[in-house]
């Protein structure tokens, strides 16, 4: 079972510099300072392109569910490596933009969380204490047996 949670702990890490590597790019072609919140690109796409980046967290939402269905047996199991994976990329989504061009600046700065159904606005720390929190909550539960 630890060897399911590293291998899935891997993937979320993966999969979170991956799409830091493309918001990267997106920030750049849509002219985006490196200093400025994800808003200021969200502001700056066409209805195409919105949609088309709504497409993007829709994928990203079904390869994460996709992972967990195959790595659980049961559906209590699957759910649980969905959200053991989603908070490792949420996390890891934060520190690859930070690495890649020092964004957020701090935990406080305002972010598009995500845009579906509308978009989600919050400081960036509500996503990194929520997937904080989820990734101890499972460690807890599974590992040192005290949930």
């Known amino acids: 079972m630890l060897t399911k949670f590293i291998i899935l702990a891997v993937f979320g890490i993966a999969m979170a510099h991956f799409e830091g590597v493309v918001v990267v790019y997106l920030r750049r072609l849509l002219g985006v300072p490196d200093s400025e919140s994800n808003m200021a ?66 935990l406080t700065s305002t972010d598009v969380l995500f845009l579906i159904p509308k978009p989600w606005i919050a400081p960036v720390w509500f996503p990194v204490a929520v997937s904080s929190f989820t990734i101890i909550a499972i460690f807890l539960l599974y590992f040192l047996k005290v949930i």
């Open 41 to 106: 690109s969200v502001g700056k796409l066409t209805r195409q392109y919105l949609r088309i980046e709504m497409s993007r967290e829709a994928a990203t939402i079904i390869m994460l569910l996709a992972i967990g269905i195959l790595a659980g047996t049961t559906w209590i199991e699957r759910g649980i490596f969905f959200l053991w994976t989603f908070a490792f990329w949420d996390l890891f989504y934060y520190l690859s933009l930070y690495i890649l061009i020092k964004w957020p600046p701090k």
